[in-house]
């Protein structure tokens, strides 16, 4: 029997139920929604909102505050509920009320760059687990380095059952069981039906033998008794493992006629059960009202963090003046001033050096410049750190009993790597990147929109780029990816054809705090086409001429990555043949289509002849060069073979560029 006094039980209720009440009206307000979640999930809610989580809504975005994420970004009500009643400021009543509305604060999932206070975006499931999963490394790195008075917090995640089905779920589950990330937390929503129906009918896992064989501490509790939830909140925060609670819970709790069914899901409730909901659950004030005990007990339990947050300012105040100074600096995202010397540096080792080597071991060598000059970078690979070179000299690896270093094994788990990347990032004070092959993207993706959608500085080091890859063959050789890529909005792709490029691409990702980057990288040998080695980042401008002609251009020569180096050896033919001949590196479509247009069409140029090389599609080149340019690259799958054979066996040769300049010299 509980031993919750009368008293205790009316007031919990009172609290969960307001959370219930401003979820079923705004989706009926919006006809739109999802009211079973924060129906089902209020008790749950409650708890760690009123009694676990440290937080100061006051404050959003303190420090050391607990990190929560709604993995379950559909049950958004739930969380603009709590924020609404715990006293975030701008989440008011007005935009509960204009819930799923243009412009509002309260759009329909979670969305961090429009509502202060919310961690992460989400709504497509499983990325919000997975993200937590980099939120709780980000807390365990930083501890490392700044200590545990400093940095010292949980991360706390409500998943549904559409979250665990989802395989990223395991990636990102076996990747926190291995790493021991004790202090995160998961939820689960369990209520045992989906959009479809009951669970049963598309799945018999039992979670939490899964997780368990995964490295976690499980435990199950009823998900509306909320003595029993705290204690698992409890024993979980003293484990030394990370931990899932299953809380059994009704979707749509309360709703006489669609409790514990799908009907609830994604519905609103409706005028007559949203009356009978109100009788059946003594709620007597009307839509849109929180009656005042259960407002005041909110905002008591809101403004009770504030303490936390003042004795951390209070320790935080008392270490020593250089150490405060770069872990705000960190937190800020501002770059250190040895970044550029340390850029210049490598550009100047490289002119030095010459010879051709892979952009692949190009990013290397820079990374050695750069990663003692930028500390908070932490890098990773899935599985692949000889292939992608993403391992710096000197880099210690992190293990599960040691934080201190700043390079993550992965493991084959790209999907999970990506949306881990996307945590660590909105933690802030580390600057996360990571390395796979470029044909991998694909696993990444939705975990590479959603760091663009939210503006996150996250760089994904993507190798083994082409046909030159070789042998590998079709199912490694990426051939649309670079489209597929660069027709993700705010994410900035760029891909150089030299040492001194690849640089200057480091430094240009490094510096765009407002959105995600990819490195498309070389596998086969790149020679030296850039011998400055100044501060200027031309790559910076996004196309520019790399090879001028020896009189009026009469072709212009336009390519990326390695067939830069393949259209200067066909502007040395043409050149041979009377023809004058320029070259242009484009080695971001992004940043040279921001650019005005006068400027881009004076890079263009105005020769008769137009010709774009790339060992990929021809997709997204005519807003570069127009439709009238003539293309070589490719319109197949790629084949087993070298890599040289394979450039001659597609036609991808200085020989066909050449070929094509005097076909349009002569149509013109």
Not at 5 to 28: K, M, P, Q, Y
């Amino acid at each position: 029997m509980s031993s919750r006094t009368s008293d205790s039980i009316t007031s919990h209720d009172r609290l969960a139920n307001a959370i219930r009440f401003l979820a079923i009206d705004a989706v009926e307000a919006a006809n739109s929604g999802h009211p079973g979640l924060p129906m089902g999930a209020a008790d749950i809610a409650t708890v760690l909102f009123t009694k676990v989580l440290k937080y100061d809504p006051s404050r959003p975005f303190w420090p050391d505050r607990d990190r929560f994420v709604l993995s379950a970004g559909h049950g958004s009500m739930l969380l603009y509920s709590v924020m609404h009643l715990a006293g975030y400021e701008k989440v008011t009543i007005d935009e509960i009320k204009r819930f799923r509305q243009l412009g509002s604060l309260t759009p329909g999932h979670p969305e961090n760059f429009v509502t202060e206070g919310i961690e992460t975006t989400t709504g497509p499931l499983g990325q919000g687990i997975a993200t937590a999963v980099g939120m709780a490394m980000a807390e365990r790195l930083l501890a490392a380095r700044f200590g545990s008075d400093v940095v010292d917090h949980y991360t706390y995640v409500l998943a549904s059952d559409g979250d665990l089905m989802e395989g990223i779920s395991q990636e990102a589950a076996d990747l926190a069981g291995h790493l021991k990330l004790s202090k995160l937390i998961v939820m689960w929503d369990d209520n045992k039906i989906s959009i479809d129906g009951p669970t049963s009918i598309s799945g018999s896992t039992n979670q939490l033998a899964r997780f368990a064989a995964s490295g976690w501490v499980t435990a199950a509790v009823d998900g509306h008794d909320p003595e029993a939830i705290l204690a698992a909140l409890e024993a979980a925060k003293a484990s030394d493992r990370p931990t899932l609670i299953s809380c059994r819970t009704t979707i749509g709790f309360g709703s006489p006629k669609k409790a514990g069914s799908e009907k609830v899901h994604g519905s609103p409730l409706g005028a007559e059960e949203i009356v009978a909901t109100r009788a059946a659950l003594g709620w007597e004030a009307p839509a849109f009202v929180v009656p005042e005990d259960a407002l005041n007990g909110w905002r008591a339990a809101g403004a009770a963090g504030r303490a936390a947050r003042e004795a951390w300012e209070a320790r935080f105040a008392a270490r020593p003046a250089e150490e405060r100074t770069e872990f705000e600096r960190r937190v800020a995202g501002t770059l250190p001033a040895a970044l550029e010397g340390a850029i210049v540096a490598a550009k100047e080792k490289a002119v030095k050096d010459g010879g051709a080597v892979a952009t692949r071991k190009s990013s290397e060598m820079v990374l050695d410049f750069i990663t003692p000059a930028v500390p908070e970078m932490v890098g990773g690979s899935a599985d692949l750190t000889g292939s992608n070179n993403t391992k710096a000299k000197g880099a210690k690896s992190v293990t599960p009993d040691d934080f201190s270093g700043s390079f993550i094994h992965y493991g084959v788990r790209e999907h999970g790597m990506a949306a881990a990347m996307n945590g660590m990032a909105l933690h802030k004070g580390l600057i996360p990147f990571s390395g796979g092959f470029m044909v991998f993207s694909d696993y990444c993706r939705p975990a590479i929109r959603l760091a663009a959608l939210m503006g996150e500085r996250v760089i994904h080091v993507l190798t083994h780029d082409s046909i030159g890859l070789g042998e590998d063959g079709p199912t490694h050789q990426p051939v649309e990816h670079l489209a597929a890529l660069r027709a993700i909005p705010n994410l900035l792709v760029m891909r150089p054809c030299d040492t001194v490029e690849t640089a200057e691409c480091w430094q240009i990702a490094l510096q765009s705090t407002d959105r995600p980057s990819a490195l498309i990288l070389s596998r086969q040998n790149l020679p030296i086409l850039r011998t400055d080695a100044t501060a200027v980042n031309r790559s910076a401008e996004g196309a520019y001429e790399i090879l001028a002609a020896s009189g009026p251009a009469q072709a212009s020569l336009f390519a990326t990555g390695s067939e830069v180096s393949l259209a200067v050896e066909a502007a040395k033919l043409l050149e041979a043949q009377g023809v004058p001949t320029r070259v242009v590196s484009i080695p971001s479509f992004e940043l040279f289509l921001e650019r005005p247009a006068a400027e881009r069409a004076k890079v263009i140029g105005d020769a008769p002849a137009k010709v774009a090389v790339e060992a990929a599609i021809r997709m997204g080149w005519d807003a570069i060069v127009g439709s009238n340019a003539a293309f070589v690259g490719m319109t197949s799958f790629g084949a087993s073979a070298p890599a040289k054979e394979l450039y001659a066996h597609f036609g991808i040769t200085a020989q066909q560029v050449a070929a094509r300049a005097l076909d349009q010299l002569r149509q013109a």
